[in-house]
């Protein structure tokens, strides 16, 4: 499926108008139902439905027992899905296990979600990326159009390749709030950092879980904002 359409335009620069062409993002309108109550509704980029349950899921504490994806017309598509709560697992054997990641590791990871493909072309997607820890390597990245579409397929992406994400350092370019921090905890992360800004509250649940958090990461101005150190020191 095509993505990304082209579309004749008028464009105004300087007292003057020009006709051009522009590329814009394709979306449905994506209803999720677990056990037969309605929970969410995004709009997101038609592609990776199954990442978007599998993340969904985890990031809410489910395990999935059956999945469907139904179409209903050009632009709207159902997730039904049948699940049962899982224990969490964040607190785990390795919760005490110290990381560290540069600055400068950081500020190159967040100019990194300028190269993604829909975002170069359209402007229109939030980015993110998955570093590991220990690896010292970026092993999942992601768009789409919606923030927390983007984080539920790229948790689902890193499950679907049995990626341990307590290793691993999320690189994001949307505000943190606390709904999004939450999704972190959940997901099992040990550290988040944005090009964006950050909520008070979604600092008192870094504080509260031990997740190394990073705000206004400017590669440009080679300057971030260290809101709290966590499991992931910062060097």
Excluded: W
Aim: aromatic share 10%; net charge positive.
């Amino acid at each position: 499926m095509n993505h990304i359409s082209k579309i004749d335009i008028i464009k105004y620069i300087s007292g003057n108008f020009y006709k051009t062409i522009d590329e814009v993002l394709s979306t449905c309108s994506v209803e999720i139902t677990i056990n037969d109550e309605v929970k969410a509704k995004y709009c997101t980029i038609e592609k990776d439905l199954d990442l978007l349950a599998l993340g969904y899921s985890h990031c809410n504490n489910l395990t999935i027992q059956e999945l469907l994806i139904k179409k209903l017309d050009a632009s709207i598509v159902k997730i039904i899905m049948k699940c049962n709560y899982r224990e969490d697992k964040y607190y785990g054997e390795e919760k005490n296990k110290l990381f560290s990641i540069t600055c400068s590791e950081i500020l190159h990871l967040i100019d990194l979600l300028n190269n993604f493909e829909f975002f170069k072309r359209t402007d229109a997607t939030h980015t993110a990326l998955t570093y590991n820890l220990e690896e010292k390597r970026v092993i999942s990245t992601y768009e789409d159009y919606s923030r927390l579409c983007t984080i539920y397929k790229i948790v689902g992406l890193s499950l679907r390749k049995s990626i341990n994400l307590k290793k691993c350092f999320l690189i994001i370019s949307c505000r943190i709030d606390s709904y999004i921090m939450r999704m972190i905890i959940n997901a099992g992360f040990s550290g988040i950092a944005t090009i964006s800004a950050i909520t008070l509250n979604a600092l008192k649940l870094a504080k509260k879980f031990n997740i190394t958090l990073v705000g206004f990461a400017r590669p440009s101005e080679k300057r971030l904002n260290i809101y709290h150190i966590g499991n992931v020191v910062i060097t």
